[in-house]
C-alpha cells in the first residue's frame, strides 16, 4: 500500500474514521519498520505538538498493529540514533534443560502417584535415579520443586495429565473459624465440607443452643484426624460415595497389600522445621530435605531401632522398602484399586450416598 499522498494531520483524521475492521499488513518486518521511520521522517514528528503526536501514533499502530508500548520503543530508538532499524542479531535463549521425555516421566510419575505437591514429587523423582538407579531419570532429578509447576502447564503434560484441576474455594458465611471450644455438647467442630457446612445443619444447631465451629487455614491439628483421613485416603483414593459393610473385607484386604506399602514406604510426605523469631514465635517451614516418606524418616530418628517390635528389624522392613520402586509400585497398587473398584459395580444406587465423618466435643 502506497500512502505518500497522505501528508497532513488532517488527512490521517479522515483516514482513522475508517471502518476499524480494516486490516494491514507488510510483507515483511524489515519493510514495517522502513515505513515507519518514512512516517516519522514525512510529519516531522518530533517537532508536532502532544496531540498531533497522539494522532500519528494512531495512523502507526492501526496500520502495524504494533501495541504502545512497542510503538514507544521504536520511537525512542528513533530519537536515540535517529533511524528506526530491525535488530540483525538474534535475541540471546537459554537451552531448554527439560525436554520432552522428561515431561513424560514427570506425567508417569504424577499420574501413578495423583499428582502430588511439587516438592514431594521431586523427591520421588530423585529416589527413582539414586535410591533406584533408573537412569532415565537422573536429568528430571535435578529439577527444582517450583519448575515442576511450570512443566505442568505444557500441553504436553496437560494433554496426558489425568490430574482434575482443584475445586476452587468459596467462601460461606456459616460457622465461625476459631479454635474447637470443648464444653458441655454445645459445640459441634467439624471441618470445610458441604456435609457439615449447610444451612440444615446450622438451623439445627441453632435449634439446640450448639456452637458451630470449623477447622482454620492452617491450623490442620484442629481436625487432624478427619482432615488426614479425608484428604490421603477417601477422597483422593476411595472416593467420596458410600461404600457397604459386605466390602469391609477385600478393602481391608487392599489396605494390608498394597495401600499401607503405599503410604509408608512410597509415598513422601513433608515433616516441617520448627523455627523460632527473635520475638520467640514459632513457625513451620518445609525445606526440600523435609519431604521423605514416613520410612526415611522413622531410619533418621535417634536410635530407631527402639521403635520397633522384637520380631522386626530395618533389614526386613529395607526388602519391602526397596523392593520396587515409587512409581513401580504406585502403578502396580493403582492397578489393584482398579481391579477393587469393579466389585463395587453391583452396589444398590440408593445406597450410593456420601460419606460423613463427625467430630463433636464432648467433656468427661
Avoid at 454445645?186 to 440444615?200: A, Q, Y
Wanted: net charge positive; aromatic share 10%; with cysteine.
Amino acid at each position: 500500500m502506497t500512502d505518500s499522498h497522505i501528508i497532513s494531520i488532517a488527512q490521517i483524521k479522515e483516514f482513522l474514521k475508517v471502518d476499524s475492521a480494516i486490516k494491514f499488513k507488510a510483507v515483511s518486518k524489515k519493510e514495517k519498520y522502513k515505513w515507519i521511520d518514512d512516517v516519522l521522517n514525512r510529519f516531522k514528528y518530533f517537532s508536532l505538538r502532544k496531540k498531533d503526536r497522539g494522532i500519528v501514533r494512531g495512523y502507526i499502530a492501526k496500520m502495524t498493529e504494533l501495541s504502545q508500548p512497542q510503538l514507544t520503543r521504536i520511537i525512542a530508538k528513533k530519537k536515540k540514533s535517529g533511524k528506526v532499524f530491525l535488530n540483525s542479531t538474534a535475541r540471546h535463549r537459554f537451552p531448554r534443560k527439560y525436554g520432552a521425555t522428561d515431561i513424560a516421566l514427570l506425567i508417569e510419575t504424577d499420574n501413578a502417584h495423583k499428582r502430588l505437591s511439587g516438592p514431594a514429587i521431586k523427591r520421588i523423582l530423585k529416589r527413582e535415579y539414586e535410591v533406584f538407579g533408573k537412569k532415565e531419570y537422573q536429568n528430571i532429578s535435578q529439577i527444582s520443586p517450583a519448575h515442576i509447576y511450570n512443566l505442568r502447564g505444557t500441553r504436553q503434560y496437560t494433554s496426558h495429565s489425568q490430574t482434575i484441576k482443584k475445586t476452587n474455594p468459596t467462601k460461606v458465611p456459616i460457622g465461625e473459624r476459631r479454635k474447637p471450644n470443648p464444653l458441655k455438647i454445645i459445640n459441634f467442630h467439624s471441618d470445610n465440607g458441604s456435609e457439615f457446612i449447610n444451612k440444615v445443619v446450622a438451623r439445627l444447631l441453632n435449634k439446640l443452643l450448639i456452637q458451630q465451629t470449623k477447622s482454620r487455614v492452617r491450623h490442620c491439628n484442629d481436625n487432624a484426624l478427619i482432615e488426614c483421613k479425608n484428604g490421603a485416603i477417601v477422597r483422593k483414593h476411595m472416593g467420596y460415595v458410600h461404600i457397604p459393610a459386605n466390602f469391609a473385607k477385600v478393602i481391608n484386604q487392599f489396605y494390608k497389600e498394597y495401600f499401607n506399602i503405599y503410604l509408608n514406604y512410597h509415598r513422601p510426605c513433608g515433616f516441617p522445621t520448627v523455627i523460632k523469631d527473635k520475638k520467640g514465635k514459632e513457625r513451620k517451614i518445609y525445606k526440600p530435605e523435609d519431604y521423605q516418606t514416613p520410612y526415611e524418616k522413622l531410619e533418621s530418628l535417634e536410635n530407631a531401632k527402639q521403635y520397633l517390635k522384637d520380631n522386626v528389624s530395618f533389614k526386613i522392613l529395607d526388602k519391602i522398602a526397596y523392593q520396587k520402586s515409587d512409581n513401580d509400585f504406585a502403578q502396580e497398587m493403582q492397578k489393584a484399586k482398579e481391579k477393587l473398584f469393579k466389585n463395587f459395580k453391583h452396589i444398590p444406587q440408593e445406597m450410593t450416598e456420601f460419606t460423613t465423618f463427625i467430630s463433636c466435643s464432648y467433656v468427661d
